[in-house]
């Protein structure tokens, strides 16, 4: 069955200071996979997707992943965070329709 | 870009009374509705698939008669939490998915309170 687990909850770093959150999947094919991000009391925003091709991808907000097939990994990064990067971020995997979830790491951000 | 709607953002009622959310597409057909119930701190819990002109398909554990989709035309979805109870108080959020399958777009969540 597919999953994904995200193995930080909380995550704390300095303001301009570089970010990687992880994000381990477990399916048998190639995935799909999405980094989603929500602010307090509000939806989610997609930042990236990785469906196929080139495994390094760039999102809004100056985000990017790498999706690692040898380690069925999908790290997000940031080079520099920014005090308005403070929010939940949440890994995603779709099969056929459904979504399945990671249990989201909360990032909080250091003046 | 693909806009979801979602209304209201927060409502409060009394226990035993039933409440509707909407969830419109605002700028392309969405033929696929997804409710998600979201606890504090914690994950998205699918709850149902909205299929226009059909049957919600719902995920296990979730009460049909208590959580009642429509999805009668292509932009929008609306669940109706029946005879609400405090526990029924959570933040409930739909998304929809553009015809090219392309990834979900959220809308901006109901929050949920039953007093």
């Known amino acids: 069955a597919q999953s994904v687990t995200q193995p930080d909850i909380h995550i704390t770093v300095s303001e301009g200071a570089s970010l990687e959150l992880r994000c381990n999947y477990s399916?048998?094919?190639?995935?799909?996979l999405f980094w989603y991000v929500q602010s307090p009391g509000q939806g989610l925003q997609l930042l990236l997707k990785y469906f196929s091709g080139d495994t390094l991808v760039q999102g809004i907000k100056g985000f990017e992943a790498e999706f690692k097939r040898s380690q069925s990994s999908f790290n997000l990064r940031k080079p520099s965070v920014h005090w308005s990067d403070a929010a939940e971020y949440f890994c995603?995997?779709?099969?056929?329709?459904?979504?399945?979830f990671g249990t989201g790491t909360r990032l909080k951000v250091l003046a | 870009g693909a806009v979801v709607s979602q209304h209201p953002s927060w409502v409060i009622c009394k226990s035993g009374t039933s409440v509707k959310i909407e969830c419109r597409s605002l700028d392309f057909q969405a033929t696929t509705m997804f409710w998600y119930r979201q606890f504090p701190k914690q994950s998205l819990m699918l709850m149902a698939t909205s299929n226009e002109g059909s049957k919600a398909t719902y995920e296990q554990g979730v009460e049909k008669d208590k959580f009642l989709i429509n999805h009668a035309s292509l932009t929008l979805s609306t669940l109706t939490v029946t005879s609400a109870h405090p526990e029924d108080s959570s933040f409930y959020i739909c998304s929809a998915r553009t015809p090219d399958n392309s990834p979900l777009h959220f809308g901006n969540g109901t929050r949920l309170t039953v007093t």
């Open positions: 399916y048998g094919a190639t995935p799909y």
């Open positions: 995603a995997t779709s099969g056929t329709y459904k979504y399945i």
